[in-house]
């Protein structure tokens, strides 16, 4: 017996050092952690529990049979963070670059299922050079398992994938599959063709970050949901985050003490609303009166910023934030601002977080680019998201609903539990100006002085249209607040709604936008 236990002992302290201390030396010397070390600060002390230590490939070509690690370039266990239970996993650099192998598809896919069996999270740090090209189409099947687990799984629990190295070709399509992408600024990049591939195919030539680091996954790509700058930063990101979402689809977010006032009003909202209707104003400002002081987590911030999503909370309680974004594009709606809506309310709504939306919309942007890009599917998903959510919403007209985007904002016939506005609301089919030289068009042709007389019709139509009080008194708003009332009455309303149920009809699932 006492052989065998020093055996183990002598396993186990290899795998402890993965792919050896030259190469741990080597990744402190680019500025990385290893895998254990990440798992250390992710996790709660001595709350990991490792599967899967002493498994290792095997492959004997292409001298891989003297190329055997303890682990195979993957940590993979359960632990706890803050108390809460989940499962992880962190590829190690060290062995053989992380390279992907069937033996890490089978600890990944082990701990998926795990996730899903014990509803609980599943957060993986990345960190590989891709696919093991030693093992062929074993290491391309064995993405296969992965991805099919990443998919069934889907809303079942939350899913974030930490990026903190490379991750290129299939290797990608699993931090895509999952919930929320964080990318650690300097270290991380993702791309399905590398530099070398697309110089050589296309001629371009761009370097790795250029082509697939933070910056351009944060502000063009959207892939990326958050940019940290460090290692560290990004794990702190992922508990942070994570305290905003529940264990499961089963269960309601994790409320946190109440630590701010109910009943507490800013009377700085009754005059943020600028007089001039064209100028600007940060939403931000907006969330943060409203919301729980230093509680809102914007995702998604550096993509598409004329609209704004994120987590926050209301009186302790989680929920998610949608809103228009006036100090940028007016807050019109395109394709990208789209997107970033519909997928935010579909997350929202898989883990039972309510929805707050704060309209200041002129409508979608018009443009050839955005007609030819598809404006008109990708506009649809905001309707179809709203429509499929079953969770607690509540909009809020802050100043202009105009047409297609009053109806996609969580309007009443979008299911809405609660619509309320503010008096400075424009809620009408178009713009006054527009609307007048429709309306109109015969009476200024024969006019002496059209500009007068379209003026005086302008005039006319605001006065009608152009305040929350119409919609009001035929009942598609609920109610109009004072600005500095929004937030008690959000609360004593979601306070109500929590309770609510509603069931969408049977089916096996909805085609969605695409």
Not at 171 to 197: K, N
Not at 310 to 319: M, P
Not at 497 to 512: C, D, I, W
């Amino acid at each position: 017996m006492t052989d065998f236990l020093t055996a183990l002992r002598e396993l186990r302290e290899k795998a402890l050092l993965g792919g050896g201390g030259k190469r741990i030396e080597q990744q402190h010397e680019r500025g990385k952690l290893t895998a254990r070390e990440r798992l250390a600060l992710l996790l709660d002390e001595g709350s990991f529990q490792e599967f899967g230590a002493l498994a290792t490939h095997n492959i004997t070509d292409f001298g891989m049979a003297d190329q055997r690690f303890p682990g195979d370039g993957i940590v993979t266990g359960l632990g706890k963070i803050n108390g809460r239970r989940v499962a992880v996993f962190a590829q190690d650099f060290t062995v053989l670059g992380g390279s992907f192998s069937e033996v890490q598809s089978q600890k990944i896919c082990r701990i998926q299922d795990m996730a899903l069996e014990s509803g609980i999270p599943l957060i993986g740090l990345n960190d590989s050079g891709g696919a093991r090209i030693q093992e062929g189409v074993r290491s391309l099947a064995a993405y296969g398992e992965v991805f099919q687990r990443n998919v069934l799984a889907s809303g079942g629990g939350p899913k974030i994938s930490v990026m903190l190295g490379p991750c290129a070709g299939g290797a990608v399509y699993s931090p895509a599959l999952t919930d929320f992408v964080i990318m650690a600024q300097d270290t991380s990049f993702m791309f399905l063709t590398g530099p070398e591939v697309i110089r050589a195919v296309t001629g371009e030539k761009v370097s790795p970050t250029d082509l697939g680091g933070p910056g351009i996954h944060s502000s063009k790509s959207g892939v990326a949901h958050f940019v940290a700058g460090s290692e560290q930063a990004a794990i702190s990101m992922a508990k942070l985050l994570l305290s905003y979402l529940p264990q499961n689809n089963t269960e309601d977010p994790p409320q946190v003490a109440p630590y701010d006032s109910p009943d507490r009003m800013e009377e700085f909202l009754n005059t943020i609303v600028p007089a001039d209707e064209n100028e600007p104003y940060d939403i931000r400002a907006v969330i943060e009166a409203v919301c729980d002081r230093d509680s809102f987590l914007e995702v998604h911030a550096e993509f598409a910023p004329n609209a704004v999503v994120g987590f926050a909370r209301l009186d302790g309680y989680a929920v998610g934030i949608v809103a228009n974004q006036p100090a940028c594009m007016a807050g019109a709606l395109n394709i990208d601002a789209s997107d970033k809506i519909s997928r935010f309310i579909r997350t929202c709504d898989a883990y039972n977080i309510p929805l707050i939306t704060l309209v200041d919309c002129p409508g979608f942007l018009p443009g050839i680019d955005q007609e030819y890009g598809g404006v008109i599917r990708h506009g649809a998903k905001i309707i179809y998201a709203y429509t499929e959510a079953t969770v607690p919403k509540i909009s809020i007209v802050i100043r202009k609903a105009i047409g297609g985007s009053y109806v996609a904002m969580s309007s009443k016939q979008m299911r809405n539990d609660l619509a309320y506005a503010w008096p400075t609301a424009q809620i009408a089919v178009m713009g006054a100006e527009g609307a007048v030289r429709i309306l109109y068009r015969q009476e200024l042709a024969k006019a002496a002085d059209p500009a007068a007389m379209e003026q005086a019709f302008v005039a006319e139509y605001r006065q009608k249209f152009f305040n929350p009080f119409r919609a009001a008194d035929l009942g598609q708003i609920d109610e109009v607040v004072e600005p500095r009332e929004t937030r008690p009455r959000l609360i004593r309303a979601l306070e109500v709604l929590r309770t609510k149920v509603q069931q969408n009809p049977t089916k096996k699932h909805g085609l969605a936008p695409e």
